[in-house]
C-alpha cells in the first residue's frame, strides 16, 4: 500500500473516529448542547467527501456514502427531532466502521485480521484525542457545562494510548517484516517502530499533562495540549499504518 495508502488510512481514522466518538457523546452527554455537534460536523462531512473522491474503488462509494449520511445527520440536528438524530447517526457510524473495516483489510495483501485491527484501534486513538479537543474548545461557548465529559474523554484516551502502545509493542515482530519504500533518505522499518514509540509515548506525557489541567478545570489549557497531542497521535499513526501496510 505504501505511503499514499497510509496516509489514506490515517485521515480515515482521523474522520470516521472523530464522527462516531463525537456520536457516542450526543448518547452519553444530553447536556451538550446542538451548537456542537452542528459545528462538528460542518467540518467533517465535506473533509470526508474530499478523501472519498480521491479513494480507490468500493472504497470510493462507501466514503461518500459515509459522507451523505454526516451531512444528513447535520441537518437531523437542525431538525432537534432526537430519533432522526439517533438513526442517521447510527447510520452514519455504521457507515464510517465500515469504512475503516475495507480500509484495514486493505492494508495488507492478502486481506488480513491484522491490518483490520490496527485500523480500527488507530481510529479510536485519533477519533479520542480530535474529539477531546473540539469538545474542550466548546466550553468557550458552554462555558458552564460539566467537566465530566472532558474528563472521562481524557482517561479515555490515556486508557486507548496504553493499548495501542501494547498492540505495538505485542505485534513489533508483524510490523517488521516489510521494506518501507525509500525516498531520499533510507530507514530501517525498526528505525520507523521506534520513531512511533516516542511519538506514542510524547503523545501519553501530553495527556498526562491534559488530565492535570482538567482536574483543575483549565479548560482552554486542556484544549491547547490536546491540540498537540492530536498533531503527535497523527504523526504516530501514519508511521504505525506505514508498518501494517509494508
Not at 474530499?50 to 437531523?76: C, D, F, I, N, R
Request: hydrophobic fraction near 55%.
Amino acid at each position: 500500500m505504501g505511503p499514499r495508502g497510509a496516509f489514506a488510512l490515517a485521515s480515515i481514522q482521523l474522520l470516521a473516529g472523530s464522527f462516531v466518538m463525537m456520536w457516542a457523546a450526543s448518547l452519553r452527554y444530553r447536556f451538550i448542547s446542538r451548537g456542537y455537534y452542528r459545528s462538528t460536523v460542518w467540518v467533517l462531512w465535506p473533509l470526508m467527501l474530499a478523501l472519498a473522491l480521491v479513494l480507490p474503488g468500493t472504497l470510493k462509494t462507501v466514503g461518500l456514502a459515509a459522507a451523505g449520511l454526516y451531512l444528513a445527520y447535520l441537518l437531523s440536528v437542525y431538525s432537534q427531532r432526537p430519533l432522526l438524530e439517533w438513526v442517521i447517526g447510527a447510520a452514519a457510524s455504521v457507515a464510517s466502521v465500515l469504512l475503516l473495516v475495507l480500509g484495514g483489510l486493505g492494508a495488507c495483501e492478502p486481506a488480513c485480521a491484522f491490518g483490520l485491527f490496527h485500523a480500527l484501534l488507530g481510529a479510536l486513538v485519533l477519533g479520542g484525542v480530535t474529539h477531546g479537543m473540539i469538545l474542550g474548545h466548546w466550553y468557550l461557548n458552554q462555558a458552564r457545562m460539566p467537566i465530566e465529559p472532558l474528563k472521562e474523554q481524557t482517561w479515555l484516551i490515556i486508557v486507548l494510548l496504553v493499548i495501542s502502545g501494547a498492540a505495538g509493542v505485542i505485534s513489533r515482530p508483524r510490523l517488521l517484516e516489510g521494506g518501507v519504500p525509500a525516498g531520499l533518505l533510507v530507514y530501517t522499518p525498526d528505525a520507523y517502530w521506534w520513531t512511533w514509540l516516542l511519538i506514542l509515548g510524547t503523545t501519553g506525557v501530553l495527556m498526562g499533562m491534559v488530565r492535570v489541567t482538567v482536574r483543575d478545570r483549565s479548560t482552554q489549557s486542556a484544549t491547547g495540549l490536546l491540540y498537540i497531542a492530536t498533531l503527535t497521535a497523527l504523526a504516530g499513526q501514519f508511521l504505525l499504518d506505514l508498518l501494517v501496510s509494508t
